[in-house]
T-cell receptor
Framework: AQTVTQSQPEMSVQEAETVTLSCTYD???????LFWYKQPPSRQMILVIR??????QNATENRFSVNFQKAAKSFSLKISDSQLGDTAMYFC???????????????FGKGTKLSVIP | NAGVTQTPKFRILKIGQSMTLQCTQD?????MYWYRQDPGMGLKLIYY???????DKGEVPNGYNVSRSTTEDFPLRLELAAPSQTSVYFC??????????FGQGTRLTVV
C-alpha cells in the first residue's frame, strides 16, 4: 500500500516570504503522479500543482514549484512571495493506477496547515 | 461550469438512520470517487467507479454503498448511521489520470 507522509502539521510564513512544505511517499510503483492540493476554510479542494513521475523536470505553476526527488521519494512544495490568500491546509497526494480497470486512486497525506502572517 | 455538485452541504443524522449523499458532475468524466475526511486527517477513499454500472471498494468501504447508473451521478448511501461515520464527505471526478475535481463536501454529524 502507498503511504504519504507530511511531517509538518503546521507552518507559518511572513507575507512576501518563501516557504517550503515537505512530503515523502512510499511506493514500489514506477509510474505514478504526485499532486499538491490546497484546502482553504471554504473546504474546497483546489489543485495547486501536478508532477508526473516519469518527468525529470520539476513542475512550476506561477509562484508554486516543486522539488521532486524520485530516488528519495520526496516531493516538496515551494511557495514564493507568499500571499494572505495562500493561508490553507495543503495536502500532498499520490496517484497510481488501480488494478486492471484503468482507474486511478489518490492517496493523501494528513496535511500541513499553512498560515501567512501579514 | 458547475463541475462536481454535492448535496446536502450539512446534515445531522440520528444513530441508525439512513441517508443518501448525492453527487453529480457535468464534465463527462469516467471516474468518480467518494472520500471521507476526518479531523486532522487527509482524505480516505470509500468507493470509486470507472464508469456507469461499475463500482469498487476503496480503503474504508464498511457501512457504505454506492451505485452508478449514469455517467453523471454517483450517490453514496449510508444504511445504518453510526457515530464513527461523522466526517466530511467529498465526491470527486476525473478523466483518466488527470487531476481530480472535487465537490464542496458534505459535513455529516451522527448523534
Amino acid at each position: 500500500a502507498q503511504t504519504v507522509t507530511q511531517s509538518q502539521p503546521e507552518m507559518s510564513v511572513q507575507e512576501a516570504e518563501t516557504v517550503t512544505l515537505s512530503c515523502t511517499y512510499d511506493t514500489s510503483e514506477s509510474n505514478y503522479y504526485l499532486f499538491w492540493y490546497k484546502q482553504p476554510p471554504s473546504r474546497q479542494m483546489i489543485l495547486v500543482i501536478r508532477q508526473e513521475a516519469y518527468k525529470q523536470q520539476n513542475a512550476t505553476e506561477n509562484r508554486f514549484s516543486v522539488n521532486f526527488q524520485k530516488a528519495a521519494k520526496s516531493f516538496s512544495l515551494k511557495i514564493s512571495d507568499s500571499q494572505l490568500g495562500d493561508t490553507a491546509m495543503y495536502f500532498c497526494a499520490f496517484m497510481k493506477q488501480l488494478g486492471g480497470a484503468g482507474s486511478y486512486q489518490l492517496t493523501f497525506g494528513k496535511g500541513t496547515k499553512l498560515s501567512v502572517i501579514p | 461550469n458547475a463541475g462536481v455538485t454535492q448535496t446536502p452541504k450539512f446534515r445531522i443524522l440520528k444513530i441508525g438512520q439512513s441517508m443518501t449523499l448525492q453527487c453529480t458532475q457535468d464534465m463527462n468524466h469516467n471516474y468518480m470517487y467518494w472520500y471521507r475526511q476526518d479531523p486532522g486527517m487527509g482524505l480516505k477513499l470509500i468507493y470509486y467507479s470507472v464508469g456507469a454500472g461499475i463500482t469498487d471498494k476503496g480503503e474504508v468501504p464498511n457501512g457504505y454503498n454506492v451505485s452508478r447508473s449514469t455517467t453523471e451521478d454517483f450517490p453514496l448511501r449510508l444504511e445504518l448511521a453510526a457515530p464513527s461515520q461523522t466526517s466530511v464527505y467529498f465526491c470527486a471526478s476525473s478523466y483518466l489520470d488527470t487531476e481530480a475535481f472535487f465537490g464542496q463536501g458534505t459535513r455529516l454529524t451522527v448523534v
